[in-house]
């Protein structure tokens, strides 16, 4: 471009406007204004003209066209795009062009004023021009859309335009920028660039940063350019003051910009070198008011983020400016705290870690670590969340000094009983942290740790006794001295008061002065202080004129106890003059070579202090690990998917460093496997897989052992529910082929003894091989004959458990065998003749009359295999019952012929044949009754599918002969004939089930227990053994009678009905524990079965949850859950029984109670339905349940009241039931849980309409309180003024109902001394109350419970008690039926079946 003409400097002077509307007015003629805005269609001529004059002129043509480009800013909503895109092209060049001319203009020495203030004009039209069309365009696409428009939509817009406006923002600033690095100062007359042009130049750049995108990737060069512009702008225009308000202005109002402004900061640190820029942001956010922090939500969020961030990428710049932001640690905003506690974190991680701090250092960070500590407690979640967080990281990264990590162990394990699900799933992260990271030991047993500290505390006592006694060697003669002065002073005053002394004096013989002064010092060392001054003051007398005692005689006008103190210190310490310097000089050699000796003992010491302290610290470590395992243990079946898998991950870590208690909770995450969430059942699969599946190092076979190992440990002593969880986790395994052959073969070879291996491992081998069998049954069922020839040969007696495993095993051979689901295969069977089967009625008959415990479990095993697996199993199960039957008829002919012999002993004889006839009697039963449900079994399952299977065959069979019947001349039938004809088959195949299984019924009622079947024969036997339990008093043939009765019930309904009276008393009145829980097992099947039959006996499978036996109770809470939850029981008032058992000292029940009710709550409004009844029973009087007790329950119960309209209903009813209530505990009861419910605003105008119910019972200071509790509450939780204004009217309200019942209480006394004054009020207002409760009863008829019938024998028993009454489907009455014939239970509502139920 040629040099432009020169231009005359302007007489006006160009103002930069606060607004564009001020450049249309002018204060005088020196200032600039503009004098037309040209209308839209003359814009793209008058454009045109600026270019011409742009050719000619150069970047000083703005000062007669600026006009045009201000017309453009004003119009340029209605402006076409094509001028908008012109003007921005044109004005790019034109400061370019400016840019490169005062390079030239500025390095010149001369710069002439009007050259200066032509330019300066200049300069500030042109980048106004320029910032102005930037700031347009940027703003422009945000009027469709706030937070800006979609790439794409905007890349569809630019391909039309060729125009992006994304793409030129960055050659906009990065022009700016190279503007602003030229010295122009120089153009301004007080060298000082106006603060309107620089905050022109950097306002663009924070109105692109506003921009909510700009923190993408795809948009980094635009932000890196804005940063290095303003970065320009702090560096040499003196920006610093007005970005700091401007970043934090940005900070509170733009979510977005936190990360960005970081980067920022980080680039003009290093790159441009203002570091005192963050001590401006840090001490502008320090005097923000915590107050307008709390309250601006948003603005707190965007400081925090701030802060945390900044500090990760420069935390020694943010320490030196921490104490301007450490009172925000109280404030309310836990978004502020979480920030100042992160930031002293990166501090301690970046900047204070190591051992070489200086003091002051270390002083920050120990005053940092306190804080951490003492925000374990705050009072919000989020901030004690995040400090957990933060104690992991500087665990993890190995930055928390030794003498911390006992304290910091044990606010983790506190915070694992908080209240926040967040809090202690950190909690949980942090101390796994501490095991992983932990510089103690990889093992970390107690006892071990124990044994070593003991054994190296006896040693470092042994060394310190050693020293103890050199140090007494060498002690020095002038530290003896001091020791004994005072004891010596007080002999020098006893002898020198004494008369005795110069005749005990004179009969001591003087000789050799050294001799004498010898036995002076013997004398002092033996602690013979007497004879020591004795033999002293003699020594004085005779030898005067001998040293020492000569130079001592001169010193006759002193004291003379002084003078013989000075004679003995100075003979005891050494101090004698020539001939007695000798020994001295010699001790004093002899002391500096003990000297030179201790100085390696003295190490080893410290040595040894060290490792004592060691393995105590490692021994307190192991200790709160311990105690964290039985907390955590617990929180396997929290609520919280988080808190669970964290658990699990807890244990497996702790199960790595070899703490004996981890196998407990290995073992208690078992049942999780069943857990419906996914994620919980996958962290026990990935658990079990580390744990086990993962052995490091070795060969494959080496891996095989100690896989195998490693299982066969965990299943001894091992539940049936364990080994079952254990199996299906092992299924899953192997289904996903993570378990090698190399396993399989191992369990193969200690199975049949090739492998060496003792009996436990042996049959942890068959265990195992079953449960994977369970995923493959070909691993068993290619080596059947093995498992039979091997595990079921003429030694199957001597190992009964052995056996029942390998029947396990065998049973999962039909797994493998059984038709896909739509299809129907012939069912897997073996022939009658089988070696199985031989095998298996052998092992049954031999053990039948031994005593082996594990006979009946063996034999329940094995009858089941034979019914799954034979061809006519009855058959085979016949002969078994006939050859034990008749071994048993054998065994007790032969017992009672040894009675009948002479000479016998009746005593030996009944002591030898009653256990005897015990043992044979109850394997007999037991069998029967195994045989009996097998049969039902075998019926309702495997004949009822054949059935269905042959007759689905039957009708393929038919349709096929049908179809080929079929002519192509047959005359077609009519439509509607077709589909009448198909409707008429549909019925036939449902009538044709309905009679299939009308067919199994029959055989089961009429045919099984038949006088002609087998069955039948064992039936008087099992009756007479219930009947007569004092005569069949053994415990396990009680028990298995008990058993078999109930699995004959299971087969007819006739039969269950003719015999449940016999039924629920043993049940009732069994003084066998044993005998009460199958029962309650069988029970749980019957009601199942034939529901209608059990119905009226229901408050008798209730009664057992009262057991006295924790076996029973057990057992009885199990079989309620799943009969209550599947709903084959009538969810009864009693369900209460179940509630009491959230107060049962043991624990495992506590919990089956609590799963009870989790489970229930959902089901629909199942709990809130219920606890109307629940809360009638438990707080009556005579229920039994305590107060506190009481409150317990509660607690839990309404924890599962969550929904408003629930919490709404029972706060009315609640209140109503004052009404009723009788007693005061039943008011205190009613008022506890008014306090349990989370009250909202319609909750609390529920109670204000039912305030007559319970205004007269305020004078109680109990119910006052709970009242004032639930409105605190609410006070606390709600934000809206009418909300607050309600509650301090209610509260008005309750305070004067609660002063005016106080006020009539001590009135009471006065009243009283009228005779007769005080009977009429009480029984005027007992009619009341009767009269308002019969009121309030009508209106709420549906709540109320229905009165249960009582006896005139009774009546007047139960009217003495009082009932809060609640509404339930149906009532019982309160009366223990009494198991007499005529009071059997009748049938009532029979319950309807939708389908047939069999037995399991």
């Not at 919980?680 to 052995?695: G, K």
């Amino acid at each position: 471009m040629a040099e432009p003409p020169s231009v005359a400097a302007p007489a006006w002077e160009f103002h930069l406007p606060l607004s564009a509307a001020d450049l249309l007015r002018s204060d005088g003629p020196s200032q600039y204004a503009v004098q037309e805005v040209l209308p839209v269609k003359e814009l793209r001529g008058q454009l045109a003209g600026f270019r011409a004059g742009f050719r000619t002129q150069g970047a000083l043509a703005i000062l007669q066209h600026f006009d045009t480009l201000y017309s453009i800013l004003h119009h340029f909503s209605s402006v076409e795009d094509a001028v908008k895109e012109d003007a921005l092209e044109l004005m790019l060049k034109v400061v370019t062009n400016h840019s490169s001319t005062l390079t030239a203009i500025l390095d010149s020495a001369d710069l002439a004023p009007s050259a200066r203030a032509l330019h300066c004009n200049a300069l500030k039209m042109n980048c106004y021009a320029l910032v102005q069309l930037a700031e347009a365009f940027e703003t422009e696409p945000n009027k469709s859309s706030l937070v800006g428009l979609d790439a794409k939509k905007k890349s569809k817009k630019g391909q039309g335009t060729g125009f992006l406006w994304e793409e030129e923002r960055q050659p906009v600033l990065q022009l700016l920028t190279q503007l602003l690095q030229l010295d122009l100062h120089r153009l301004w007359t007080s060298s000082i660039v106006e603060e309107e042009f620089v905050s022109l130049m950097t306002g663009c750049c924070y109105h692109i940063l506003e921009n909510p995108g700009i923190g993408h990737q795809k948009h980094r060069p635009t932000r890196e350019a804005a940063i290095h512009l303003l970065g320009v702008a702090l560096r040499r225009y003196n920006h610093m003051l007005s970005a700091t308000l401007k970043v934090t202005q940005m900070l509170q109002h733009f979510e977005h910009v936190a990360p960005v402004f970081v980067e920022a900061v980080s680039v003009w640190i290093k790159e441009y070198g203002m570091k005192g820029i963050v001590g401006e942001l840090l001490r502008e956010i320090g005097q923000k008011c915590p107050q307008e922090m709390a309250r601006d939500a948003s603005g707190a969020k965007g400081y925090a983020s701030f802060l945390t961030e900044l500090a990760e990428q420069a935390p020694a710049i943010v320490l030196a400016n921490m104490s301007v932001l450490l009172h925000h640690l109280d404030g309310e905003s836990y978004g502020m705290r979480n920030a100042i506690l992160a930031a002293m974190a990166e501090a301690l991680l970046q900047v204070l870690n190591g051992e070489q701090l200086e003091d002051a250092a270390r002083g920050t960070r120990d005053q940092f670590l306190d804080t951490l500590q003492a925000h374990t407690c705050d009072v919000s979640g989020f901030v004690r969340s995040r400090v957990l967080q933060l104690f992991t990281r500087i665990v993890q990264q190995k930055a928390l000094p030794l003498t911390r990590f006992q304290a910091v162990v044990c606010l983790a394990v506190s915070r694992l009983q908080d209240k926040s699900v967040t809090v202690v799933k950190n909690a949980i992260q942090l101390l796994a942290a501490f095991l992983s990271n932990n510089p103690f030991s990889c093992k970390l047993s107690s006892t071990d740790l124990t044994e070593l500290l003991h054994k190296e505390r006896q040693k470092l006592q042994e060394m310190r006794d050693k020293r103890r006694t050199a140090a007494a060697a060498v002690i020095p003669p002038e530290e003896e001295w001091e020791a004994m002065l005072p004891e010596l002073q007080a002999t020098v005053k006893s002898c020198l008061g004494s008369r005795l002394q110069g005749e005990e004096a004179g009969d001591l013989q003087m000789g050799d002065p050294a001799q004498v002064s010898d036995g002076i010092v013997q004398r002092l060392r033996k602690s013979s202080y007497k004879d020591a001054v004795l033999l002293a003051q003699g020594a004085v007398r005779c030898l005067q004129g001998v040293e020492p005692f000569a130079s001592c005689s001169r010193m006759e006008e002193e004291d003379e106890e002084d003078f013989l103190l000075h004679l003995l210190r100075t003979l005891y310490t050494g101090s004698q003059p020539e001939g007695a310097q000798e020994p001295t000089d010699g001790a004093e050699n002899t002391e500096g070579d003990e000297h030179g000796v201790e100085e390696q003992p003295s190490s080893e010491l410290a040595k040894q202090e060290m490792l004592v302290q060691y393995l105590q610290d490692a021994y307190n470590f192991s200790v709160k690990i311990t105690e964290a395992l039985s907390l955590i243990s617990r929180m396997m079946y929290e609520s919280s998917v988080s808190v669970v898998q964290e658990a699990i991950e807890f244990f497996v870590i702790v199960s790595q460093f070899g703490i004996p208690q981890a196998v407990l909770g290995v073992r208690r995450m078992l049942p999780l496997i069943w857990s419906k969430e996914p994620g919980i059942r996958e962290a026990v699969l990935n658990a079990y897989r580390r744990l086990y599946l993962n052995p490091s190092g070795g060969s494959e076979r080496a891996r095989a052992q100690s896989l195998v190992q490693s299982l066969s440990l965990l299943m001894v002593d091992a539940s049936l529910a364990t080994v079952q969880c254990l199996g299906e986790i092992i299924s899953e395994f192997v289904q996903k082929d993570e378990i090698k052959p190399a396993v399989v073969q191992l369990l193969w070879g200690r199975f049949t003894e090739k492998s060496q291996c003792s009996a436990l491992e042996r049959h942890a081998a068959v265990m195992l091989l079953g449960m994977m069998a369970s995923g493959k049954p070909e691993i068993v069922g290619s080596n059947l004959d093995v498992l039979v020839t091997v595990g079921l040969d003429e030694r199957a007696h001597e190992n009964y458990r052995l056996a029942r495993e390998v029947c396990n095993a065998i049973s999962k051979i039909a797994n493998g065998h059984q038709p896909a689901l739509g299809k129907s295969g012939v069912p897997f069977r073996l022939p009658q003749s089988h070696l199985l089967f031989e095998h298996l009625s052998e092992a049954i008959s031999t053990g039948f009359a031994g005593s082996s415990p594990h006979w009946i479990p063996f034999t329940e095993t094995a009858i089941a295999l034979i019914y799954r697996l034979a061809e006519g199993p009855e058959e085979i199960c016949a002969r078994v019952l006939q050859r034990c039957s008749q071994q048993a008829l054998e065994k007790l002919g032969e017992s009672e012929g040894a009675e009948a012999e002479p000479g016998s002993s009746p005593a030996g004889g009944a002591g030898d044949s009653g256990p005897v006839e015990a043992l044979l009697l109850t394997h007999l039963v037991s069998l029967a009754g195994d045989v009996a449900l097998q049969q039902l079994v075998h019926l309702e399952l495997a004949v009822s599918a054949e059935l269905r299977r042959r007759r689905i065959l039957g009708e393929e069979q038919e349709t096929k002969e049908r179809a080929g019947a079929k002519k192509p001349g047959a005359k077609v039938r009519s439509t509607a004939n077709e589909t009448t004809m198909e409707m008429e088959l549909g019925l036939v195949g449902a009538s044709a089930e309905d009679n299939e299984a009308e067919l199994i019924r029959g055989i089961c009622e009429t045919e099984l227990l038949d006088g002609k079947q087998l069955l039948s024969a064992f039936i008087p036997l099992v009756l007479k053994i219930c009947n007569n339990p004092g005569h069949y008093s053994d415990p396990a043939l009680s028990a298995a009678a008990a058993l078999a009765l109930g699995k004959f019930c299971m087969i007819s309904a006739e039969f269950c009905d003719a015999h449940l009276r016999l039924f629920f008393t043993m049940m009732e009145k069994s003084t066998l524990s044993s005998v009460r829980a199958n029962l309650m097992i069988a029970a749980g099947d019957l009601a199942i079965r034939f529901p209608n039959q059990v119905e009226p006996w229901t408050p008798h499978l209730y009664s057992r949850l009262r057991d006295p036996c924790q076996r029973v109770r057990r057992t009885a809470a199990l079989v309620m859950t799943h009969l209550i939850l599947k709903d084959m029981v009538r969810v009864k008032g009693q369900v209460s029984e179940m509630a009491t058992l959230l107060l049962d000292p043991e624990e495992e029940i506590v919990a089956l109670a609590r799963n009870f009710f989790s489970e229930l709550s959902g089901k629909d409004n199942a709990v809130y339905n219920l606890l109307p009844d629940i809360i009638s029973r438990l707080s009556d009087p005579d229920s039994g349940i305590e107060e506190q007790p009481f409150r317990t329950i509660m607690r839990q119960l309404f924890s599962y009241i969550t929904k408003d309209k629930q919490t709404e209903s029972l706060v009315e009813k609640l209140c109503q039931r004052f009404r009723t209530a009788r007693t005061e505990r039943q008011h205190h009861d009613l008022a506890f849980c008014l306090t349990l419910l989370p009250l909202t605003d319609r909750g609390l105008r529920k109670m204000q309409d039912n305030f007559d119910c319970f205004g007269d019972k305020l004078q109680d200071p109990a119910i006052y309180s709970c009242f004032q509790a639930v409105l605190g509450r609410l006070r606390r939780s709600c934000t809206k003024p009418e909300v607050k204004t309600l509650v301090e009217e209610f509260e008005q309200k309750l305070q004067k109902c609660h002063s005016r019942g106080l006020d009539s209480l001590a009135e009471t006394p006065k009243e009283s001394k009228c005779p007769g004054s005080s009977s009429r009020p009480a029984a005027h207002t007992a009619k009341r109350t009767a009269r308002s409760s019969r009121r309030q009863r009508q209106p709420d008829s549906s709540f109320v419970t229905p009165k249960p019938r009582i006896s005139r024998v009774h009546r007047k028993a139960s009217k003495q008690k009082a009932y809060v009454v609640f509404s339930s489907d149906e009532e019982n009455s309160p009366e223990e039926a009494e198991l007499m014939e005529e009071e059997t239970p009748s049938k009532t509502t029979p319950i309807s079946r939708a389908s047939v139920r069999r037995a399991h």
